[in-house]
């Protein structure tokens, strides 16, 4: 979703190595009339930068040289398997720094995941090395954990001990568990507003949280944190620049993960987390980007911020980059309630049609060849849901997926950058559900800033059409500022979409209960957010029964 246009000069950074290899793998083979897409991307490809070996490896710090305290950027854990769940920090006494402050060493880190939130109960325990090659990033993959369990867990490098998170593992595959509390969350402009959403996500009683994308913006945040209107706090002019290198990426990361009530929401509870295309640049698709770039530029740019991503979140090794690529889309269950096919709307997707600009569908944005996922990925969805024995199929991804008419004429225009954009794409999922037998289906959506409540019908143009499926669509949690109960177009839209059931602009998450019988949604808001403190309350909640879609208000 679009902000406002860019602000602050993008100027010259000093450059790591890394960030000079990936100038380099665009800059060489760019006497460009010689250069393939293809070519740009194992050019890149070399990029994954392995930690090196024997008397080529980087030097170990003596970890009780570290005199500052490295988990500035907290801890958090994401993916929960039945007998595992991914742990994650990173080390960095000097988070705005390009290094971190550890310089090219290697650091050692020990951790322990345990039963009890003293620790006397320790089930599992080892050491990881924090290597320089990944931002001194650390994530370790516990395993032999017990299903549907919650765990405690920490690290500890010399003196210092992190703050302790807590997590939990899925339920044993097969199980017909009873029921499931989730969030879903989206949008986090640092520079629009305070994270209160988060604070508030921290103590919520949810079992697992997911991020639909845009976790990072590429935006200039000047001194003062935009809207945030610091006047105890000096941000340092690196963030009042467009992010386009790895150094970049990996600051921004540092100055997002740094906010207390971000690192809360992470240290409560597992993330299951998804990008969309601020991470990398606004409405970006596959190798293209919003100002016609050299492509093979762009994925140098692009090779960056997914790299600096993997190294900030909560991701195993099965998801790190090889140079521009990065498999992100992936399927978790919760025993036989729920599946979650986590989807990635950015990478594959064909160009925007019509220039990217809202506009009626036409032989362009519906030409049956355009695709929002890729055929890999849609093949994987489809044959996924054929194979499904879950009850409810979640399907978390990035932009809106149902119909959203923008005007009140009889040939109303759409966003180019959602499945509007893609209506044959849509179609081909539409159809794959139906010819699964997918009877409850939920789409979670973030990007728009505002809250939704969506039918997904068979026909999105004749409302007696039969449901298929509900969407919910989760707001952000700054992006957009404080927003507004009733923006401007709330009737239009309403109006123009009589399957949307429920709009909101204001701040906040939806937080879902998966049960046997039904679902419930409860869209959770805050008034401000340019202003810290402000309350949460529930904006309204829906329930849709199992084996019957449809909304019902209650």
Not at 219 to 228: K, T
Not at 384 to 389: C, D, F, V
Not at 468 to 484: I, K, N, Q
Request: aromatic share 10%; glycine share 8%.
């Amino acid at each position: 979703m679009a902000l406002s246009g860019r602000t602050g000069p993008s100027s010259a950074l000093a450059l790591t190595p890394h960030d000079a290899e990936l100038r380099a793998a665009a800059r060489h083979p760019a006497r460009r009339r010689f250069l393939t897409l293809t070519a740009a991307a194992a050019a890149l490809a070399f990029t994954t930068n392995l930690p090196a070996r024997g008397a080529f490896a980087a030097p170990r710090l003596d970890a009780a040289r570290v005199t500052e305290d490295p988990f500035t950027l907290g801890v958090a854990s994401g993916d929960p398997l039945p007998d595992s769940v991914l742990i994650w920090t990173r080390l960095a006494p000097a988070p705005f720094e390009p290094d971190g402050g550890l310089g090219q060493q290697r650091v050692e880190v020990s951790w322990e995941v345990a039963l009890d939130e003293s620790f006397v109960l320790v089930v599992r325990r080892g050491t990881a090395l924090a290597h320089p090659e990944y931002a001194h990033s650390v994530r370790v993959d516990v395993k032999g954990l017990e299903p549907g369990g919650h765990y405690y867990y920490r690290f500890r490098t010399g003196t210092w001990i992190s703050p302790t998170g807590r997590t939990r593992t899925a339920p044993p595959a097969g199980a017909g568990t009873a029921g499931l509390r989730l969030a879903a969350v989206a949008c986090q402009a640092y520079h629009d507003g305070y994270y209160t959403v988060h604070r508030h996500l921290a103590q919520e009683d949810v079992d697992v949280v997911f991020h639909l994308g845009d976790y990072l913006y590429e935006y200039a945040v000047n001194s003062a944190g935009g809207a945030r209107g610091y006047t105890d706090v000096v941000l340092p002019s690196v963030f009042n620049r467009e992010t386009t290198t790895l150094a970049d990426y990996r600051m921004r990361y540092a100055l997002y993960k740094g906010d207390p009530d971000l690192r809360a929401a992470h240290a409560a509870h597992p993330f299951v987390v998804t990008w969309d295309d601020h991470e990398t640049e606004n409405n970006y698709a596959a190798d293209a980007d919003e100002n016609g770039s050299d492509p093979a530029l762009f994925l140098a740019r692009r090779a960056a911020a997914y790299r600096a991503y993997w190294e900030n979140q909560p991701l195993r090794a099965d998801q790190l980059p090889e140079g521009p690529d990065a498999q992100l889309f992936r399927r978790l269950h919760w025993g036989t309630l729920a599946q979650f096919d986590i989807l990635d709307t950015r990478q594959y997707r064909s160009d925007q049609a019509y220039d990217d600009t809202p506009h009626v569908p036409g032989p362009e944005s519906d030409d049956p060849a355009r695709t929002l996922t890729g055929d890999a990925q849609e093949r994987w969805l489809l044959d996924g849901w054929g194979a499904s024995t879950a009850l409810w199929n979640v399907m978390p991804q990035q932009v809106c997926f149902s119909q959203r008419k923008l005007d009140l004429n009889a040939e109303a225009k759409v966003s180019m950058d959602a499945w509007d954009g893609y209506r044959a794409s849509r179609g081909r999922l539409v159809a794959g559900a139906k010819a699964a037998g997918v009877d409850n289906w939920l789409v979670l959506t973030g990007d728009v800033h505002v809250a939704y409540a969506f039918d997904i019908k068979d026909d999105f143009d004749d409302p007696g059409s039969a449901t298929l499926g509900t969407e919910l669509t989760c707001t952000s949690v700054a992006s957009g500022r404080d927003g507004a109960e009733h923006p401007a177009n709330w009737d239009t839209y309403l109006r123009a979409n009589p399957h949307l059931r429920f709009y909101d602009g204001r701040r906040g998450y939806v937080r879902v209960e998966l049960g046997r019988e039904n679902a419930r949604a409860d869209f959770r808001v805050v008034p401000v957010v340019t202003t810290p403190g402000a309350a949460v309350s529930t904006a309204a909640s829906f329930v849709t029964e199992a084996g019957s879609p449809g909304l019902t208000p209650v």
